[in-house]
């Protein structure tokens, strides 16, 4: 119902056009030119201003005699990028291109290339994993539900049973992010072509539930029991993986990283392994967060016991923007688990909190598991 409603909301600008003496506009797809500036074209000649507002740029599209518009962006920062286009002040999406889940509801984006990273881009000459469909009745929502489930290549041509990363999205997205705007399924297929990780299948759930999901243990029990109660138990029944925890690991951004740090580390029985990118569980952000953070107390056991908490998981990996304003706190909370001898991985990359920096946080995370 929320896609549905966001959907009519977005689509109210085009309504206004699709009279009998007011055609649709003419859309095109944005062009990512070599040197990181998009060129935006519309043809509607029935309108009298047209603009882009293309994240920290914005312009007015100039206006050809027949009645297109165009507009060149300047130089972008590379990865994922979202623009709104207005016509006549309205905000209309852009058929002609992709349009994606994110905290603004439905947005259209572009993706630019950064040199260097490779793995983010299609790959053409190297075998591909599948993106698989599953629904599952979930009790807990009283509802169906879908996940998204990566598989190897090869998957279907063998009985080998694989490991399993449970990947959480952020807040603004759903079971999709990951593979749409994260690119996940493509960093998986190159670093297991270069081998350069364990082939492994990836899980996406659904991280909203009902009620919300509050940053601290008791906001995070809803999922939790949607986590253990219904999405394991119907990747273990329909997907040939390893069961034992050995070979379990969640990781996840944002709110996907809260629900990481809370689920994945209060739940060593299921998880070997866990990774939190750009969480404000830490502090950095207004809404209800605690700025200082009491981790004994959230995660019994970490200063009380350091040694049983290193042994008992493999990788614990925390990353972060350098300019999200939720560095200084994660870069703080890193500091205390290291002076108390927490043995955590810690790595931050330009960006704030964005695509860009979840990329690069998921590549260097994969080559860590399950070894």
């Known amino acids: 119902m929320r896609q549905f409603l966001t959907w009519l909301l977005l689509t109210a600008g085009l309504v206004a056009w699709a009279q009998p003496n007011r055609p649709v506009p003419t859309f095109y797809k944005p062009e990512v030119r070599p040197d990181r500036t ?10 009298s201003s047209a603009r882009i507002v293309a994240m920290d740029q914005r312009g007015d599209m100039v206006r050809s005699a027949d009645g297109t518009w165009t507009w060149t962006s300047a130089p972008m920062n590379p990865g994922y990028q979202i623009y709104t286009l207005y016509l006549d ?7 002609a291109d992709r349009l994606d889940s994110s905290n603004s509801g439905y947005v259209n984006a572009v993706d630019i290339p950064e040199a260097g990273c490779p793995e983010f881009d299609r ?3 190297i075998p591909h994993g599948t993106i698989r469909l599953v629904h599952y009745y979930s009790d807990v929502c009283g509802q169906w539900r879908e996940m998204r489930v990566y598989t190897p290549a090869g998957y279907d041509k063998g009985r080998k049973k694989y490991p399993v990363l449970y990947l959480q999205h952020g807040g603004g997205e759903d079971q999709t992010g990951w593979f749409i705007q994260g690119r996940a399924d493509n960093i998986l297929d190159a670093l297991i072509a270069e081998g350069r990780c364990e082939p492994m299948i990836v899980v996406c759930a659904n991280g909203h539930v009902p009620g919300g999901n509050r940053y601290d243990w008791d906001g995070m029990q809803g999922f939790r029991k ?3 109660q219904h999405v394991i138990p119907t990747v273990e029944s329909q997907f ?34 866990v990774g939190v990118f750009s969480t404000g569980v830490f502090g950095g952000i207004s809404f209800g967060i605690q700025q200082q953070l009491d981790l004994e107390k959230e995660i019994p056991g970490i200063f009380s016991d350091t040694a049983r908490f290193n042994k008992d998981f493999d990788v614990f990996m925390i990353t972060c923007g350098e300019q999200d304003p939720r560095i200084e706190a994660t870069r703080s909370i890193v500091r205390q688990m290291r002076e108390k001898g927490v043995e955590v991985g810690f790595a931050s990359y330009p960006g704030v909190h964005e695509w860009q920096v979840w990329r690069k946080s998921i590549r260097d995370f994969l080559p860590l598991l399950f070894r």
């Open 89 to 95: 002040e309205v905000a209309v999406p852009n058929p």
């Open 38 to 47: 998009v060129f935006f074209k519309v043809h509607a000649p029935q309108v």
């Open 123 to 125: 790959q053409a000459a």
């Open 226 to 228: 949607e986590l253990v």
């Open 240 to 273: 040939r993986v390893k069961k034992d925890r050995r070979f379990r690991a969640m990781a996840g951004l944002s709110m996907g990283g809260g629900q990481s740090f809370y689920i994945g580390l209060r739940d060593p029985e299921l998880f070997s392994s």
